[in-house]
T-cell receptor, first 113, second 115 residues
Framework: DSGVTQTPKHLITATGQRVTLRCSPR?????VYWYQQSLDQGLQFLIQ???????AKGNILERFSAQQFPDLHSELNLSSLELGDSALYFC????????????FGPGTRLTVT | AQSVTQLGSHVSVSEGALVLLRCNYS??????LFWYVQYPNQGLQLLLK??????LVKGINGFEAEFKKSETSFHLTKPSAHMSDAAEYFC?????????????FGTGTKLQVIP
């Protein structure tokens, strides 16, 4: 158990819908990362937040957005969902911006039908 | 830009045999290198990391990796495979240019252990 929690574990929704994935980092970790893992694209970095502020963006679509709240939990919002958005979405956390160890949550499996 | 290449998307070894998973990296700055393991239906777990100290890095579960700058490699090894080692392994490279840690993952290698 990494100490990072993600909810829900599974999510099935239809194309065009909007979903919110939630992540709680390890106690004391200020930095949160979101990743997408799919069969065709592998593990892709989406976005990073640090202490409530966006700090880095990766291959994140404009239909996707995220935020980190004052209690440091983070939410990833996916809208206008397409079949290709079906994937595992992982959250990871680290102590701060420069600490190299990231601790991964168990992931949310999103299926878009 | 940094990148990692994992040679072989699938590797099969017999139980008790040597495990060798290959990773080559590209980075414009001295890199930090990692190996992560992912068991079915689970998140990634850090196996070991290289941070420019010792070139031979020991990790959990008997795994180790050697950083070879001349070969830009960071191959993962284990002397004797166990059935519980069956999983997917990801090599990753990180640098801190730009004031934050940017991690790039390889495409993964699925390890099958044959009894």
């Amino acid at each position: 158990d990494s100490g990072v929690t993600q909810t829900p574990k599974h999510l099935i929704t239809a194309t065009g819908q909007r979903v919110t994935l939630r992540c709680s980092p390890r106690s004391g970790d200020l930095s949160v990362y979101w990743y997408q893992q799919s069969l065709d694209q592998g593990l892709q970095f989406l976005i990073q937040y640090y202490n409530g502020e966006e700090r880095a963006k990766g291959n994140i679509l404009e239909r996707f957005s995220a935020q980190q709240f004052p209690d440091l939990h983070s939410e990833l919002n996916l809208s206008s969902l397409e079949l290709g958005d079906s994937a595992l979405y992982f959250c990871a956390s680290s102590v701060d911006l420069l600490t190299i160890e990231q601790y991964f949550g168990p992931g949310t499996r999103l299926t878009v039908t | 830009a940094q990148s990692v290449t994992q040679l072989g998307s699938h590797v099969s070894v017999s139980e008790g045999a040597l495990v060798l998973l290959r990773c080559n990296y590209s980075s414009s700055v001295p890199p930090y290198l990692f190996w992560y393991v992912q068991y079915p239906n689970q998140g990634l777990q850090l196996l070991l990391k290289y941070t420019s100290a010792a070139t031979l890095v020991k990790g959990i579960n008997g795994f180790e990796a050697e950083f070879k700058k001349s070969e830009t490699s960071f191959h993962l090894t284990k002397p004797s495979a166990h059935m519980s080692d069956a999983a997917e392994y990801f090599c990753a490279v990180s640098d801190r240019s730009g004031g934050y840690q940017k991690v790039t993952f390889g495409t993964g290698t699925k390890l099958q252990v044959i009894p």
